[in-house]
């Protein structure tokens, strides 16, 4: 290497851990991660509602490089990821790079010596050759504005800042929200509470799947004996998770068939005709992020709780109204209500070539080439970015396979063959040209309204196989960037 590269990583959740280890795996160890929550681990830091569990099944949901044969439960419970995760952290010697408690405010690009200014809530400057933004998908979030909140006397927490001081136990809890939160934490809180009144403005389908079940210890005690065994499970666990890529992204009898599914584990589970009308989707199953869960139905079903489809229409001091004119006495709400899921980087002010801010070029919503690029920000990258996969390809996967592919451009950087490097607009064009067209046969362009939606009415997600995601990211391609 002719120089050795300033590199400065934004967060230090499951993207910013697999690029860190994979940059620090090539030999570049000038980095920086900066971090603005007090651990790593990211939604998993920052998510600890009750009944937080992961409904990706955890031998699959792990890094390549870190794989855990001992997962307590088949799907692992929020904690013991975020455990997991710390444990990666500490195994590869990462540690020594990370900043918490560091939000990063600004970065400005710098022509003139192609680096970046980085700076952070406490006034501290950086300069880096190369930033790479592992922000998250799902990270600021959506709080509804309904009338008279300000007036409602109990507390309103969001799942995703969960207050472990609000008592839930004995009380009159209000749920706003059905997405895989919502159902996760009414599960959680319904045998508990005094009354639990879910407040259902879209209900979701919801597969059932047995999501307590505990990891056979004989399975991890095989997986740690044989390595090879516990490699053997993992990549066929990740060559079954395309056939979910296949059934969400194109029309098929296998998406007929998940479907179907989805509509018997509702008429198994739920007897009573009218409650079931109720908790009926208007829309195709899989069209939303896909709901999974062993313990919804029956606890919607207790004496204690209860379904609301009415719409809310405000907040008085002591309960919610719904547009029925019912009021509903509540002592604590909970709002899973889900994200602002396309911010990315924002609120962070970034300021590429040529003054253009990341607002300017996003104006028309999020636009990356393959995730990872953008045009206008040289010496920038981004993993898990816009489009990433979140509905059907494992997102460990994805961050690693970016982070290889910037690794190239590392190589590149350090070996003084180029200075900076950014990708054309016409690449990034031809690029969401054909997202837009594959994304037309998807499951999630059949008539739902979802998080996947941008403003501006484009879904952000991944389109095409894995296969096409490892073509894509395995060599940059010199003709889709511009070197100085
Ligand atoms: O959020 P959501 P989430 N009045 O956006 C409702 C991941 N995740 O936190 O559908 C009433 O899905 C809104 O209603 P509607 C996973 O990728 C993973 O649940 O817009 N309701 C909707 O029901 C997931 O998809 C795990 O009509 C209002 C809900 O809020 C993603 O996170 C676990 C409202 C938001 O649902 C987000 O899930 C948990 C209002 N004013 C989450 N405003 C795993 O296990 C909003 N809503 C991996």
Redesign the pocket.
């Known amino acids: 290497m002719n120089r050795e590269l300033r590199i400065v990583i934004v967060g230090a959740g499951m993207a910013g851990i697999a690029t860190a280890y994979t940059f620090t795996q090539a030999g570049f160890t000038n980095l920086t991660i900066l971090e603005k929550g007090s651990d790593v681990g990211g ?1 998993w830091h920052w ?1 600890r509602y009750p009944g ?5 099944p955890s031998q699959i ?1 792990q890094f390549s490089f870190a794989p855990k044969p001992d997962w307590g439960h088949l ?1 692992a419970s ?1 904690t013991e990821i975020q455990q997991y995760h710390r444990d990666v952290v500490e195994r590869f010697g990462l540690q020594r790079y990370l900043r918490f408690d560091t939000e990063v405010t600004e970065m400005r690009y710098d022509t003139a010596d192609c680096t970046w200014s980085v700076t952070t809530g406490a006034g501290d400057t950086l300069t880096a050759d190369v930033v790479v933004c592992a922000t998250g ?2 990270h600021h979030p ?1 709080v ?3 009338a008279g909140m300000d007036s409602f006397q109990g507390p309103i927490v969001h ?2 800042s969960w207050d472990p001081d609000v008592v839930t136990a004995g009380r009159r809890i209000a749920v ?9 934490v009414v599960s959680a809180l319904q045998p508990d509470a005094e009354a639990i009144t879910h ?4 209900p ?1 389908w919801i597969l059932w799947a047995p999501m307590g079940l505990r990891q056979p210890k004989v399975l991890a005690r095989m997986m740690r004996r044989w390595p090879a065994l516990h490699d053997a499970a993992y990549r066929r666990l990740l060559w079954a998770s395309g056939i979910l890529a296949d059934i969400v992204t194109k029309p098929s009898w296998r998406r007929t068939l998940v479907q179907s599914y989805a509509r018997w584990s509702l008429r198994f589970q739920i007897r009573d005709p009218r409650l079931r009308a109720e908790l009926t989707p208007d829309y195709q199953p899989l069209c ?5 869960s062993g313990s919804y139905y029956r606890a919607i079903t207790r004496p204690n709780a209860r379904l609301v489809t009415d ?2 229409d405000a907040f008085t001091a002591t309960g919610i109204r719904t547009t029925s004119g019912e009021h509903h006495d509540i002592d604590v709400v909970v ?5 602002q ?1 396309h911010n990315y980087m924002r609120p962070m002010r970034i300021v590429g070539r040529d003054a253009m801010t990341l607002d300017d070029a996003w104006v028309k919503g999020p636009r990356a080439y393959r995730m990872t690029a953008i045009p206008g920000f040289p010496n920038l990258f981004t993993v898990l970015g816009p489009n990433s996969p ?2 059907s390809i494992p997102l460990q996967y994805s961050a690693e396979l970016t982070a290889r592919y910037i690794v190239k451009w590392l190589r590149r950087l350090a070996a003084g063959e180029v200075t900076a490097v950014e990708v054309t607009e016409s690449a990034t064009d031809e690029f969401n040209a054909a997202v837009a067209e594959a994304l037309g046969p998807t499951v999630w362009n059949t008539g ?4 996947y939606f941008t403003d501006n009415g484009t879904i952000d997600l991944w389109p095409f196989d894995r296969a096409t995601l490892t073509d894509m990211l395995s060599e940059p391609d010199p003709a889709h960037y511009r070197t100085a």
């Open positions: 939604v998510n937080l569990t992961c409904d990706v949901y799907w929020g998908v799902l959506f509804p504005d309904v799942t995703a706003i929200g059905t997405g895989s939160t919502g159902v996760q407040f259902a403005r879209s979701q939303k992020r896909q709901v999974v719409r809310i709002l899973a209500t889900g994200f899921a979140t509905g739902c309204n979802s998080w």
